[in-house]
């Protein structure tokens, strides 16, 4: 088999609040394949952000490993880290995603300014991975004249604009109805089957979970069991 | 690149606010470059002074005279090609102040030759009336003389002899045009044989308040001040000699410590304006916290982070200052002619242009500086955090 996308061994990380230490992460091992739709479940404060964070190198833990990509994490410098973000990663958040002073199009185009693509090009990739999004039409349109499922399929569009093999979803759904939810989970979906990406979604929602290919539960900053979800994508598609 | 965009879409993003610090930080620059010029002006007008003319007056103070006798005398040191008695007068025409002068008419003249030159009138004609004074351009302009007409004058210092409401009357035989920037277009010259009898008349003679010396070419300035000061050592009126720009600067020292004023002044408004900037970076970038947070996430480097902010400073100092001295330059003009005479050649120096250019580049570093260091410590996972 090739390595994996993610591999994390022995992952802790401590808040010290007051006298007391809460240990967010507990001593974390984690293996994620390349080109599979993960969904990360847990009750609220379990760590799932801390652990996005932590593999999007947006944090850095106390200690422990973390490869992904093939890269050690826990060497690189803080600018390092931030050039390998640009060529690796691309992040979705809960909400207030984008740019709220820039048009659809720039946003996207934003991760492109980190590449040493021509002008021409960037437009080119910008606009493609609007299209991917169903969102071309509104390219021009300010964040505040979108709706939020819109706005959550554009900032997914930036996400994939630099084409990264990571996606990293921080409860995209949280804040959308049913409806503009599933849009944007039938979208994660599209990008690990279609484009061969790997997407680690952070999500308490069941009916999310159930899109994705592997299920991943943490509790109190530990791993639980691995699942399969009921619905399996073969029989869809 | 979308720096410039974002950097310019943040500013609008506060239309009010950008406006309102825009506009501070103009009025703020108007007002420093409009206060250092008239220091730069007084500055220029002692700079000007020419190194051909000295001044000779009493060693105890400039309102004190001196004999009429010295006149002959220090022609007679070498070195000195003529002299020319000088008296200020300061009278009154219907109450309002302006400079004039009680000269030795025939040698006025040769004395400014590179300073003034008739616009209208004669020096002949000048010669011939008694009563006859050459007036300034700006003053004719000013009180709507022409050659010919009467002035009445209150002395006030120097009140005529039949009654301190008598005027002295003056007729305006020509007008001249001052032919460098800091030589006052708003003065007024006038015999003093006039003067002088007119006092004799009256019983009191009056005395020279000042002897200005034009040198040959040749003379050394320093050897014929000791020799005109050595010639009255022994009294009866000790005189002190010295270059026509040490006279001059008397007066800008009768304006009392006005230069450090306006400077004071200045530097206040100056520190008002940068805490008013401070203020709206750190706003600017309360409301950017998220938007950075994105930034790095995607990518960007802690420096770009700080460049996002500092070029926000600097855009938003870099426009109201360029405003501010925009302003002052458009207003010289309109400010030299409310100073009328007593600030001859007011102008916004290119090196106060410089100087408020340069500021307001200071004041967008500095407001900037600390705003921008904190976005570039900024940690994505605070960020983020922030306003959920
Ligand atoms: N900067 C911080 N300082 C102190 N405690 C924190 C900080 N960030 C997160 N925590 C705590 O760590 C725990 C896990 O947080 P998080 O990873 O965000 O949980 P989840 O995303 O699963 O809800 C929570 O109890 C949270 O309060
Ligand atoms: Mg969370």
Redesign the interface.
Do not use: C, H, Y
């Given at each position: 088999m090739t390595e994996p996308m993610i591999r994390v061994r022995n992952l802790t990380k401590a808040y010290r609040r007051g006298g007391e230490t809460l240990t967010v992460l507990d001593r974390l091992d984690l293996d994620m394949e390349r080109g599979q739709f993960y969904a990360l479940m847990g009750p609220s404060g379990s760590g799932k952000t801390t652990l996005l964070?932590v593999v999007?190198a947006?944090?850095r833990p106390d200690s422990g490993e973390v490869f992904v990509g093939g890269a050690d994490l826990m060497a690189l410098s803080?600018?390092e880290l931030?050039?390998?973000?640009?060529?690796t990663i691309g992040?979705v958040?809960q909400?207030?995603?984008?740019?709220?002073?820039?048009t659809a199009y720039?946003n996207v185009?934003?991760?492109l300014?980190?590449t040493p693509l021509s002008r021409q090009r960037r437009r080119e990739q910008a606009m493609h991975a609007l299209e991917l999004v169903g969102l071309a039409d509104r390219a021009k349109h300010r964040p505040g004249q979108l709706s939020g499922g819109q706005e959550q399929r554009v900032a997914i569009a930036?996400a994939i604009a630099t084409d990264p093999d990571l996606i990293l979803a921080d409860e995209p759904t949280g804040d959308l109805d049913r409806e503009a939810a599933d849009q944007v989970l039938e979208l994660l979906g599209r990008l690990s089957r279609e484009l061969q990406k790997t997407v680690l979604m952070v999500t308490h929602d069941p009916l999310a979970a159930e899109r994705s290919d592997r299920i991943v539960h943490i509790d109190k900053g530990r791993l639980g069991g691995l699942e399969e979800p009921a619905v399996a994508h073969g029989a869809q598609a | 690149?979308?720096f410039p965009?974002?950097v310019l879409?943040?500013l609008?993003?506060h239309p009010l606010r950008s406006l309102l610090t825009v506009g501070s930080l103009a009025i703020a620059l108007f007002l420093f470059c409009t206060l250092r010029s008239v220091i730069t002006t007084l500055e220029a007008g002692l700079a000007a002074a020419s190194a051909q003319r000295m001044v000779v007056q009493s060693t105890v103070s400039l309102f004190v005279g001196l004999p009429p006798t010295y006149q002959a005398r220090i022609e007679q040191v070498p070195g000195v090609e003529s002299t020319c008695k000088w008296q200020w007068f300061g009278a009154l025409y219907n109450d309002v102040p302006f400079s004039q002068f009680a000269v030795d008419s025939e040698r006025l003249p040769a004395l400014f030759e590179k300073e003034m030159e008739l616009a209208q009138g004669s020096y002949d004609a000048w010669e011939r009336n008694v009563i006859g004074c050459v007036v300034g351009e700006g003053l004719a302009n000013q009180f709507r003389w022409g050659i010919g007409d009467r002035i009445p004058l209150i002395g006030v210092f120097f009140p005529h002899p039949d009654g301190a409401d008598v005027a002295w009357e003056f007729e305006v035989e020509a007008i001249y045009r001052p032919l460098v920037r800091n030589f006052s277009g708003h003065g007024m010259f006038f015999h003093w044989d006039y003067f002088d009898r007119t006092l004799k008349a009256g019983g009191t003679p009056p005395r020279v308040g000042a002897y200005y010396l034009k040198l040959e070419p040749t003379a050394d300035p320093a050897s014929v001040s000791a020799a005109v000061d050595e010639l009255f050592a022994a009294g009866p009126q000790r005189v002190q000699t010295a270059p026509e720009a040490q006279f001059q600067a008397q007066f800008v020292s009768m304006f009392g410590n006005i230069p450090f004023f306006l400077t004071a002044i200045g530097g206040g408004v100056l520190a008002a304006i940068l805490l008013a900037c401070v203020n709206t970076m750190l706003l600017t970038a309360r409301d950017q916290t998220?938007?950075l947070g994105?930034?790095?996430?995607?990518?960007?480097?802690?420096g770009r982070a700080f460049g996002l902010l500092i070029a926000q400073a600097l855009t938003l100092c870099g426009l109201g200052g360029a405003l501010g001295v925009g302003l002052a330059l458009l207003a010289q003009d309109g400010i030299a002619a409310a100073l009328g005479g007593s600030f001859p050649g007011f102008a916004v120096a290119p090196r106060t242009v410089r100087l408020g250019l340069g500021i307001a580049v200071a004041l967008g570093l500095v407001s900037g500086a600390f705003p921008a260091w904190r976005a570039g410590r900024l940690?994505?996972?605070d960020a983020?955090g922030a306003?959920?």
């Open positions: 964070n999007g947006l944090d803080g600018s931030s050039r390998w973000r640009a060529d992040f958040f909400g207030f995603n984008l740019i709220s002073v820039l720039q185009r934003l991760p300014l980190l930036r | 690149m979308e965009l974002l879409r943040n609008t993003r998220r938007d994105v930034l790095k996430a995607l990518g960007f480097g802690d940690r994505v996972v983020l306003r959920e």
